[in-house]
């Protein structure tokens, strides 16, 4: 089953005390296709993401991407093997620019800026840093260059706003930036954690054919969504989740009709609605001890 | 001396358990403290030395008795307790948590000013009669006063562990500390219930301050942040905001520096406490007497630069800047000569703190520490015969490596856990440097450093020295204002924003914080060397924890990661009293009152934080 | 000679009739003052010092001025607040050096925060004159450094003398302030309490801003000495005998000089009693010259001097007698300095200077004990 796949996840467990929050799941992503996870909140699926793209720790499981082991590398390792991420509350740079958010996404690729010399490496990159050599400047320039191409990609709403700092930006714009920066990653596979939550019914509509562009790419995707009407529009395979199993999987309309997953959301009575409120979500829970990352 | 098992471990435990109980009173108040207001108060050693002064008005002056001491000791430090938290806490509700607690040192650093000034610096007598009879406990005795402050500690404790969870207002306390919207929704007044735990907490330190008084019949102006630190690892050791886990971290402290004193004799004292500080902090930040997960975590950043555009002076009036600088020694002052190098020297020092603090985000409180590695390195090679001019680079690179391997174990702390941390680093490099006599010379310091020769040149005379440092300022500007403009300057900046998005796009931060430790290191190193030239003497406490907390405040000043503030800002805070010495006696209150002032109402800084 | 003789005939005849209470009125001073620059601590850790120096100061000043002040020149001193801070001495240094009202300086406090000044003075040729600067090193660095201050080689063979061969130590416990100056003290007892076939059988190091001693004490008893030797300013020295007492070591101890001061006796309480030391400047003094600046002292501040006071009483006097028998200008002063010798003192018989090592000749310290609550003469 998982050969073809770009990602395959396998038996995928975390446990949180006495707590199983992800219970052996098993998820697999074909190259180009548009994978979404549904449930009721506290169905797991953020974890279930966090543990994918490296944010945290599984206790048992696997995951494969291209064939290479990357079960529970650490996110920066992700990053370099091509997982990229969005947040589900959106965590752009407040401080930084939208020109330097989305150069953050590229940090993976600089390769003249970024010597790998074991041991002098940090003087190197510092020197060149001062130094500048024609090496780095002409990879900075085709950095800030690609930026301005995926900045555009979003239409007239970001490009004039290139240097402000994102906290001046509404909303809706800081999901966008935060977008841009994925994609300037190159990534092998997209994770969107609930790219829509918090916006209101015009800029949700602007996101999903946001979104829609990205399947068209043929970008390998993962959503998380609650909703559903996006879900049913993109996805060409959609997975359930309730109390951290996976209840159904299949084509957006057998999902949607399985009886299992209309109990799931009746049980818990809130389809589609409202802010899910998982802790481990929420920024600054994510571990548990109080001042260590 | 013989084997360890004959040392007298029975005094040794009295021993500790005697001073533990004192640091446990201390610690009481901050858990408090920091049970609701989420914040360690520096300012709580102040309130301790107003305590022991006011009872030295109402015991000695007016000839109190002690029943009649007591409650207006305790009123006093109340009032003290409520003062700070409506002056320095309440308007920084909206700031990140590092605020106030600047806010916090700078309003102790003016309280004890204003002691010194009212009853100057000499230790006073605090005589109040006590019972005279002793109890004999191994060979030692312990007196009424021993046993009192054990007992008041562990009373208050009680008192404040009932008060928290058995009645209403408790409740409200909690509630506060745990969420604050969610509080206020319920009706609770936030702001009475600070101040009243404020007041509590205050009466607390007064009290303790009293007693520790009557109990060395000494009191002085000077005792205020020695007495806090120890409070404040006794509350790392406790678990920060438990109030009970304070006693038992206070006696804990208190048996570790006793037994750290048998094993290996009494210089070793405070490097065992700041020792087991940063193990605590690193290992189990949450107390000894953590059940899992009590409180939640510290939220992600941990600065508070504020969203602002900094100040961006054009090109002309930096250059037109250096070069009125560059003619200050034409003005025929070396008395000004001399203080602007100290002003620059302070500045290259700000410089490189601005990039950790500002830039990365890391707001330490130890920053000395570079100075100090810096000036004994470059001392002890030239010394042992090291040209000069290459003693400076290997006392700078010396520093890079040091001082980032150093302050690593501090890279995976956050908010202010780092200043803390920090903090400790700071104190323990000082303390290495006293007690690693066959390298340091100890206490004795090192003597007879070569003046400041390069390459055969003087550049020991007023003026020469001035230019080298300005030399080295602007250079040291420029380089690092480069380096942010480069890839480096914008990943560090995505660090201190969010590190775990950071960290999700590829960028290892703690390598990155290493780099920027290391060029701030190399700068600062440097600054400690020339120093440790012109001094051409230097000991363990020449670069002292006043040190770090002054170049911070020109840091926050210039405003965080601003270069050309930081500059400017070590020109007024480092110049300007110098050349007002009519001042000299309240400089101290100038600099807290400027700390206070400053992240109250600019905490962007004069140019912006960048 | 004979003009210096008569100058010392002068000067002896004025503080006679200062003793018997009525100052001349004939030698008001006048005219453009002989300024001395003071570098010092006003705020700081060290404050309280600066403070005891004022007194000292403002003292000597008031009589030296009262007499004609320096051939009719009055005598002032500008004090400059250094926190006993180096890179504020240095600064003060430059400001002292480049201003050629000053004609001699006077501190800084520590040894420490006074040598890193040293070059400068040194290069600038104005005579640094250190009168709290025990350190060895501290007039080494060049001929413009004099100190009044007893070396500590001095003063440490001195409290051998008096805890080896006055009270037959022979296993001696040393606790001392771990700075410059306590460790040089200690290093130097250490040599000279073997020599007289004593052994240190524990040396502790304390930092200055400690106040718990019970630990260390408990380490010290366990060294199993017969004396305690204290290397202690007042202040840690008073917070020291308490806790001896309290926990329960009940042998000699002996301090160095600088606890000397009715501070030391009201901090310590009765754990003082016992308590040896030694003294150059003490009440118990019959000399005429003593008594003087007691009874002065006292009437101006209502307390009675201490060590740090009758220092900084000295050192104008010392400076004013420089300056009257060899002349006012810098080289003038430092000359006079290696020439000078008879100066009344209420620290020494008198003073004069070994030209070699630039610090006084011929010592004579009083052996002290405190009993009752006061410093008294020992009487073995």
Redesign the interface.
Not at chain 2, 497 to 504: K, Q, R
């Given at each position: 089953m998982s050969s073809g796949a770009l990602l395959s996840a396998t038996g995928v467990t975390r446990r949180f005390g006495g707590i199983i929050a992800v219970d052996g799941v098993d998820l697999h992503v074909r190259e180009g296709e548009f994978l979404s996870v549904i449930g009721p909140n506290g169905a797991g699926k953020t974890t279930l993401f966090n543990l994918i793209s490296g944010q945290d720790r599984m206790d048992e499981g696997r995951v494969m991407l291209e064939g290479r082991d990357i079960t529970n590398l650490s996110p920066r390792r992700m990053a370099e093997a091509g997982v990229a991420r969005t947040f589900q509350h959106g965590r752009v740079f407040g401080n930084l620019s939208v020109m330097d958010n989305v150069l953050i996404g590229c940090h993976t690729r600089l390769r003249a800026a970024r010597p790998r010399v074991p041991v002098v490496a940090p003087v190197l990159e510092i020197l060149r840093a001062l130094i500048r050599p024609a090496s780095v400047r002409a990879e900075e320039a085709a950095m800030r260059e690609e930026v301005r191409a995926i900045v555009a990609t979003f239409g007239e709403r970001l490009t004039p706003r290139l240097d402000e700092p994102t906290y001046a930006l509404s909303y809706a714009n800081r999901r966008r930036v935060e977008i841009a920066r994925a994609l300037a990653l190159h990534p092998r596979i997209l994770i969107l954690d609930e790219p829509t939550a918090g916006m209101n019914e015009s800029e949700t509509v602007e996101m999903r054919d946001i979104v829609d562009a990205l399947k068209r790419q043929g970008r390998t995707i993962l959503l998380i969504e609650h909703k559903l009407d996006m879900v049913m529009r993109l996805s060409d395979r959609v997975m359930a989740m309730d109390n951290g199993r996976v209840i159904a999987e299949g084509t957006p309309a057998a999902v949607r009709d399985d009886p299992k997953v209309i109990e799931a959301y009746l049980g818990h009575a809130t389809i589609g609605g409202g802010e899910p409120a998982e802790a481990s979500l929420m920024p600054g829970t994510s571990r548990a001890a109080g001042g260590v990352q | 001396?013989?084997s360890i098992l004959?040392?007298?471990w029975f005094?040794?435990t009295?021993?500790?358990v005697?001073?533990g109980s004192?640091y446990a009173l201390m610690a009481v108040g901050l858990a408090l403290i920091f049970g609701v207001a989420n914040l360690i108060n520096f300012a709580h050693g102040a309130v301790f030395t107003v305590g022991a002064y006011v009872g030295w008005v109402c015991a000695v002056a007016l000839g109190l008795p002690l029943w009649a001491t007591v409650p207006l000791v305790a009123l006093g430090g109340g009032l003290v307790g409520a003062g700070i938290e409506y002056i320095a806490i309440r308007p920084l509700n909206r700031q990140s948590r590092i605020a106030p607690l600047l806010a916090t040192i700078g309003v102790g650093l003016i309280l004890d000013q204003i002691v010194?000034i009212l009853f100057?610096?000499?230790?006073r007598?605090l005589?109040v009669p006590m019972p005279g009879w002793?109890v004999?406990v191994g060979?030692?005795?312990?007196?009424p006063i021993d046993i009192t402050i054990f007992v008041t500690a562990v009373i208050a404790a009680a008192a404040l562990y009932a008060f928290l969870f058995r009645t209403r207002l408790g409740m409200a306390v909690r509630a506060t500390a745990q969420d604050e919207d969610a509080a206020k929704q319920m009706g609770v007044n936030i702001h009475a219930v600070n101040m009243a735990v404020f007041a509590i907490a205050g009466a607390l330190g007064a009290i303790a301050g009293l007693l520790?008084g009557i109990y060395?019949?000494?009191i002085?102006p000077?005792?205020s942040f020695?007495i806090m630190l120890k409070g404040m690892v006794a509350i790392v050791i406790g678990g920060?905001a438990n109030v009970p886990g304070a006693i038992g971290g206070g006696v804990i402290l208190g048996l570790i520096?006793?037994y750290g004193?048998?094993l290996f004799?009494?210089?070793y004292?405070?490097l065992f406490a700041f020792a087991v500080l940063l193990l605590m902090?690193?290992v189990k930040?949450?107390g000894l007497f953590a059940k899992?997960?009590e409180?939640?975590?510290?939220?992600?950043t941990g600065t508070f630069?504020i969203?602002s555009?900094p100040v961006r002076p054009p090109g002309w009036l930096l250059a037109l800047g250096v070069a009125a600088a560059a003619l200050v020694p034409l003005a025929g002052?070396?008395?000004l000569?001399?203080?602007m190098t100290?002003a620059f020297l302070y500045a290259l020092a700000a410089i490189s703190l601005t990039l950790i603090a500002g830039t990365v985000g890391l707001v330490s409180i130890g920053h000395a520490a570079l100075l100090a590695i810096g000036a004994y390195a470059s001392a002890l090679l030239t010394i042992a015969g090291l040209p000069v001019a290459l003693g400076l680079v290997a006392a700078a690179a010396i520093t890079a490596l040091l001082g980032t391997a150093l302050a690593y174990p501090a890279f995976?702390?956050?908010?202010h856990?780092v200043a803390i941390g920090t903090l400790a680093i700071g104190e323990i490099v000082s303390l290495v440097i006293?007690n690693w006599t066959s390298l340091t010379n100890?206490?004795?310091?090192v003597?007879g450093i070569p003046?400041l020769t390069l390459f055969g040149v003087d550049f020991f005379?007023?003026n020469p020295s001035y230019w080298l440092v300005l030399g080295l300022v602007v250079v040291f500007a420029l380089?690092q204002t480069?380096?942010l403009s480069?890839?480096?300057g914008?990943?560090w900046?995505?660090i201190?924003?969010?590190?775990?998005?950071?960290?999700?796009?590829?960028?290892?931060s703690n390598?990155y914080k290493?780099?920027a430790y290391?060029?701030a290191g190399f700068t600062a190193g440097l600054a400690g060397a020339v120093?440790a030239h012109?001094?051409?003497?230097?000991?363990f406490d020449?670069f002292n924890l006043l040190t770090s907390v002054l170049i911070l405040t020109i840091v926050i000043l210039g405003g965080l990661g601003n270069v050309t503030g930081a500059i400017v800002a070590a020109v007024l805070v480092a110049g300007l009293p110098?050349m007002f010495?009519v001042l000299?006696?309240y400089?101290?209150l100038f600099y807290g009152a400027a700390l206070l002032l400053l992240i109250r109402f600019r905490p962007r800084g004069l140019l912006g934080s960048g | 000679m004979t003009p210096s003789l008569t100058r010392r005939g002068l000067a002896g005849l004025a503080l006679g009739l200062a003793l018997g209470g009525a100052l001349p009125a004939l030698a008001q001073s006048s005219g453009e003052p002989v300024m001395i620059g003071v570098s010092g601590p006003l705020t700081g850790p060290q404050a309280q010092y600066g403070a005891l120096w004022k007194q000292g100061f403002d003292l000597a000043l008031e009589r030296i001025n009262a007499e004609g002040g320096i051939d009719g020149r009055p005598l002032e001193y500008t004090f400059e607040d250094s926190q006993n801070d180096p890179r504020q001495t240095i600064a003060i240094a430059q400001k002292f050096i480049s201003d050629p009202a000053i004609v001699v300086e006077v501190g800084d406090f520590s040894s420490t925060a006074s040598m890193a000044a040293s070059p400068l003075y040194q290069r600038g040729g104005l005579v640094q004159f250190g009168f709290t600067n025990s350190h060895p090193d501290f007039t080494k660095t060049g001929d413009y450094m004099w100190s009044s201050s007893i070396s500590q080689s001095q003063e440490q063979q001195v409290m051998a003398d008096y805890a080896v061969d006055r009270l037959g130590l022979r296993r001696i416990a040393v606790l001392h302030l771990n700075t410059d100056w306590g460790t040089t003290a200690k290093n130097i007892f250490v040599e000279e309490a073997k020599k007289r076939g004593a052994e240190v059988v524990a040396a502790e190091g304390y930092l200055p801003d400690e106040k718990d001693f019970r630990a260390t004490l408990t380490r010290i008893k366990a060294s199993d000495p017969d004396g305690l030797l204290l290397e202690s300013y007042y202040s840690d020295g008073a917070l020291l005998v308490r806790q001896i007492r309290e926990v329960g070591i009940d042998l000699p101890i002996v301090a160095v000089g600088s606890v000397y001061s009715p501070d030391f006796l009201s901090l310590a309480g009765d754990a003082a009693n016992g308590v040896h030391t030694t003294a150059y400047f003490t009440p118990v003094s019959p000399r005429p010259e003593v008594q003087a600046f007691i009874k002065d002292f006292t009437a101006e501040y209502g307390q009675e001097p201490n060590n740090f006071n009758a220092m900084a009483y000295d050192t104008m006097n010392i400076l004013a007698e420089v300056m009257r028998r060899h002349g006012t200008t810098r080289e003038e002063i430092k000359a006079g300095l290696g020439e000078i010798s008879g100066v009344p003192s209420v620290l020494f018989p008198e003073v004069s200077f070994d030209p070699e090592t630039r610090r006084v000749m011929g010592l004579e310290p009083t052996e002290l004990i405190v009993k009752d609550g006061a410093f008294q003469l020992f009487q073995p």
């Open positions: - | 001396m013989g004959s040392l007298p005094d040794f009295v021993s500790g005697v001073i004192i010194h100057g610096a000499n230790p007598a005589p002793r004999s060979q030692g005795s312990i007196g520790v060395y019949n000494a002085d000077n005792t020695q920060m520096e006793s004193i048998a004799g009494a210089s004292r405070n902090l690193l930040p949450n899992g997960r409180r939640e975590a510290e939220p992600m630069v969203q555009m002052q070396p008395y000569t001399q203080v100290n995976r702390l956050r908010g856990y006293l100890g206490s004795m310091g003597f003046p005379s007023t380089l480069r380096l480069s890839h480096l914008r990943t900046r995505a201190r924003e969010d590190t775990v998005a950071a960290e999700t796009y590829g960028v290892g390598y290493g780099l290391g060029f120093t012109q001094f051409s003497y230097i000991n020449t110098e010495r000299a006696e400089r101290m | -």
